[in-house]
């Protein structure tokens, strides 16, 4: 890889504000955790260094802020004695997947030192300068390495939602072909990724072909189907699902997408 993208972001907020921020922090993260199926994870809280910058007494204000928000979400925690960095503590989310393997993507770090080197003051209520404090908060660290975590989490077979390939066409013969183009068509048109697979193959090939390349609904479509405008649906893993309309199919699978569903 050439290089990576983290998602990092910079909060500036007075030193009464970081427990507030540190919270809507980890209710971000949570979010997107849940939201991608990563429900197991250790969570570290790093404290003071022997080398570091900024006083004592802003150490302890925001190591007690991050210590708070923690349990005012009652997120279990370890303490990392010593492993803060050198202008703040953080806390450390590494997320486990199906093996039970851990990866380190989420911080959240409390920093003294930037806003001092980049001289930066806002005005308080008593019409004084004083100096902000920093969060940095990186909610799935390398953006391309958590997709690589993704892929080693579900093997390839990716919930409905994120799976690139959503929806495989499969008519039985050419005669069904026209059809199948409608099909795909009217799944396209309601933002459903799909492909035709319209080789001069055998049925079987086609559909164990799809089922290897772990895509989540395929539609076989024969004599009948085109013949009462409906679809056959077989789902990833269950098989065979039975025959229903096309805008009932478009609306089930547009549900299970909407809702970001992770039982496909």
Same mark, same amino acid.
């Given at each position: 890889?050439?290089?990576?993208?983290?998602?990092?972001?910079?909060?500036? =907020?007075? &030193?009464?504000?970081?427990?507030?921020?540190? @919270?809507? =922090?980890?209710?971000?993260?949570?979010?997107?955790?849940?939201?991608?199926?990563?429900?197991?994870?250790?969570?570290? /809280?790093?404290?003071?260094?022997?080398?570091?910058?900024?006083? #004592?007494?802003?150490?302890?204000?925001?190591?007690?802020?991050?210590?708070?928000?923690?349990?005012?979400?009652?997120?279990?925690?370890?303490?990392? &004695?010593?492993?803060?960095?050198?202008?703040?503590?953080?806390?450390?989310?590494? !997320?486990?997947?199906? /093996?039970?393997?851990?990866?380190? =993507?989420?911080? @959240?770090?409390?920093?003294?030192?930037?806003?001092?080197?980049?001289?930066?003051?806002?005005?308080?209520?008593?019409?004084?300068?004083?100096?902000? !404090?920093?969060?940095?908060?990186? *909610?799935?660290?390398? #953006?391309?390495?958590?997709?690589?975590? *993704?892929?080693?989490?579900?093997?390839?077979?990716? &919930?409905?939602?994120?799976?690139?390939?959503?929806?495989?066409? @499969? &008519? +039985?013969?050419?005669?069904?072909?026209?059809?199948?183009?409608?099909?795909?068509?009217?799944?396209?048109?309601?933002? +459903?990724?799909?492909? /035709?697979?319209?080789?001069?193959?055998?049925?079987?090939?086609?559909?164990?072909?799809?089922?290897?390349?772990? #895509?989540?609904?395929? *539609?076989?479509?024969?004599?009948?189907?085109?013949?009462?405008?409906?679809?056959?649906?077989?789902?990833?893993?269950?098989?065979?699902?039975?025959?229903?309309? !096309?805008?009932?199919?478009?609306?089930?699978?547009?549900?299970?997408?909407?809702?970001?569903?992770?039982?496909?």
């Amino acid at each position: 890889m050439r290089g990576f993208t983290q998602d990092d972001a910079h909060i500036f =907020c007075r &030193p009464d504000q970081i427990e507030e921020e540190i @919270i809507r =922090c980890l209710d971000f993260t949570m979010f997107f955790l849940n939201t991608f199926g990563f429900t197991d994870f250790d969570v570290y /809280l790093s404290t003071r260094p022997e080398k570091f910058v900024g006083t #004592i007494e802003n150490w302890d204000l925001a190591t007690k802020a991050l210590e708070e928000a923690l349990n005012t979400k009652k997120l279990a925690y370890s303490i990392d &004695p010593g492993e803060g960095v050198f202008y703040g503590p953080k806390i450390d989310i590494k !997320i486990k997947d199906v /093996l039970k393997r851990s990866w380190q =993507c989420t911080t @959240i770090q409390v920093d003294f030192n930037g806003p001092e080197r980049f001289n930066m003051s806002y005005v308080g209520e008593d019409g004084q300068q004083h100096p902000p !404090i920093m969060i940095h908060r990186a *909610l799935l660290g390398s #953006i391309e390495r958590f997709f690589g975590v *993704l892929i080693e989490h579900y093997g390839g077979a990716f &919930p409905l939602w994120l799976a690139p390939l959503q929806v495989m066409v @499969i &008519p +039985i013969t050419e005669k069904q072909y026209a059809y199948a183009k409608d099909v795909v068509n009217k799944l396209k048109e309601a933002g +459903i990724r799909t492909k /035709l697979d319209d080789r001069s193959e055998k049925i079987g090939f086609k559909i164990r072909e799809a089922e290897t390349q772990k #895509i989540p609904y395929m *539609l076989v479509l024969g004599e009948r189907e085109v013949a009462g405008n409906t679809v056959a649906v077989r789902k990833r893993r269950s098989g065979d699902v039975g025959t229903m309309s !096309i805008d009932e199919f478009v609306c089930q699978v547009k549900k299970e997408i909407d809702t970001k569903s992770l039982t496909t």
